[in-house]
DNA sequence: GTCTATATAGGGATAGAC
DNA sequence: GTCTATCCCTATATAGAC
């Protein structure tokens, strides 16, 4: 809780993708973190890692973050902005099948457009509970803390909250395997394909 | 590598539930350890923690596995066990999606009945990975492995293996749920409704 | 804005007593 | 079969020079 660096207090005035302009060494920090945390998990990078790749010292990590934390945090943040358009439709006293199938062709949407992120996350499952856990503070509105509100929800019928569960597993899957198994297949052809399983498993009669 | 222990070299002998008779320690750090290592992690569970909860000391642990990892190994060996039986059925060369509702049939079986192994290595997907890059002995036919070997195979047609890829991906969420949102319902039912949605989402129409 | 140097803590692992 | 004591390493984080 020591540094104090530029672009410090606006984590959502920063955006990913500049121009021409060559990114800030926050900015840098963050896409090195993102890739290693992705590769070989949160806690097995190391700071000095990080700062290897960019070609200096570890030190000169805390002058742009306080702590390694942080870096998850911030990172975490930018998975919440392209989360909060969803975050308004989502409300478990008016939910229904067709209501989730919006909702997903959104999710879907804003996974492929972000999948990098997404799959950080997907794979740090343990780091980020732990950061929920300590830094609680903020209405922390999240898209997954919503979407467990809604599928624990007794006014669904209980058939209807497994399929959304599952239509919600079925995208997810189906966005992590799309940059592997997939790799091939255009995104747009994928979130189709996507969008419309989805809609398979939320179908009245199925 | 220099620990031998009693049960050492019987990762299969020893059952899970046994009947009316104490667990060998053995068994009991196995069973500490897929707690904390579900919970917090596994990196950021610790051999002392382990033993703190058994009542003796971290270095105690070493006589009972060469390492940490040993301990993860372990478990992972487990999961394979109950995979056994599904891998003979994958076959890429002869899938379909009729064959696939076969095997997710199965598959939800599985894991349903062995959910905290699962829930585990979902939750520990970095620490996997590591095991197997280390570890590649042994004809490591996974079932993971296997899946992405059909949902990669250019002889199904792509629509049928996203649907695939979705089915496996609603299974493994609902099953992720299921000790979470849906601990109410009872797991038969849970299973019922997980295998009526795959088989929806690998219906020749959709 | 990045460095060196250092403080401090905790981890995994080993040796050997009991 | 479990313990104490210890080694060694790496990690995060801080202080302060440049």
Same mark, same amino acid.
């Given at each position: 809780?020591?540094?104090?660096?530029?672009?410090?207090?606006?984590?959502?005035? /920063?955006?990913?993708?500049?121009?021409?302009?060559?990114?800030?060494?926050?900015?840098?920090?963050?896409?090195?973190?993102?890739?290693?945390?992705?590769?070989?998990? =949160?806690?097995?990078?190391?700071?000095?890692?990080?700062?290897?790749?960019?070609?200096?010292?570890?030190?000169?990590? =805390? =002058?742009?973050?306080? /702590?390694?934390?942080?870096?998850?945090?911030?990172?975490?943040?930018?998975?919440?902005?392209?989360?909060?358009?969803?975050?308004?439709?989502?409300?478990?006293?008016?939910?229904?099948?067709?209501?989730?199938?919006?909702?997903?062709?959104?999710?879907?949407?804003?996974?492929?457009?972000?999948?990098?992120?997404?799959?950080?996350?997907?794979?740090?499952?343990?780091?980020?509970?732990?950061?929920?856990?300590?830094?609680?503070?903020?209405?922390?509105?999240?898209?997954?803390?919503?979407?467990?509100?809604?599928?624990?929800?007794?006014?669904?019928?209980?058939?209807?909250?497994?399929?959304?569960?599952?239509?919600? &597993?079925?995208?997810?899957?189906?966005?992590?395997? /799309? &940059?592997?198994?997939? /790799?091939?297949?255009?995104?747009?052809?994928?979130?189709?394909?996507?969008?419309?399983?989805?809609?398979?498993?939320?179908?009245?009669?199925?």
């Amino acid at each position: 809780m020591t540094a104090k660096a530029p672009g410090a207090g606006s984590p959502a005035g /920063s955006r990913p993708e500049e121009p021409s302009e060559q990114k800030s060494t926050r900015e840098r920090i963050l896409d090195i973190a993102l890739e290693l945390f992705t590769e070989q998990g =949160y806690d097995k990078t190391s700071l000095r890692q990080i700062a290897a790749r960019l070609g200096f010292s570890k030190a000169a990590i =805390y =002058y742009h973050f306080a /702590s390694k934390e942080d870096i998850l945090m911030e990172l975490h943040l930018r998975l919440h902005e392209f989360g909060r358009g969803i975050l308004a439709n989502i409300d478990a006293g008016k939910m229904s099948l067709g209501l989730a199938a919006e909702i997903l062709d959104q999710l879907v949407e804003q996974m492929m457009g972000h999948r990098a992120l997404f799959v950080l996350f997907q794979r740090n499952q343990a780091a980020l509970d732990e950061l929920h856990r300590e830094r609680h503070d903020g209405a922390h509105e999240d898209v997954e803390i919503l979407f467990r509100r809604v599928l624990s929800s007794q006014q669904i019928p209980l058939r209807d909250r497994v399929r959304i569960a599952c239509a919600l &597993g079925a995208v997810m899957g189906g966005v992590l395997f /799309s &940059g592997d198994v997939f /790799s091939d297949v255009p995104a747009e052809d994928m979130r189709g394909m996507l969008q419309d399983a989805a809609r398979a498993l939320l179908a009245p009669e199925g």
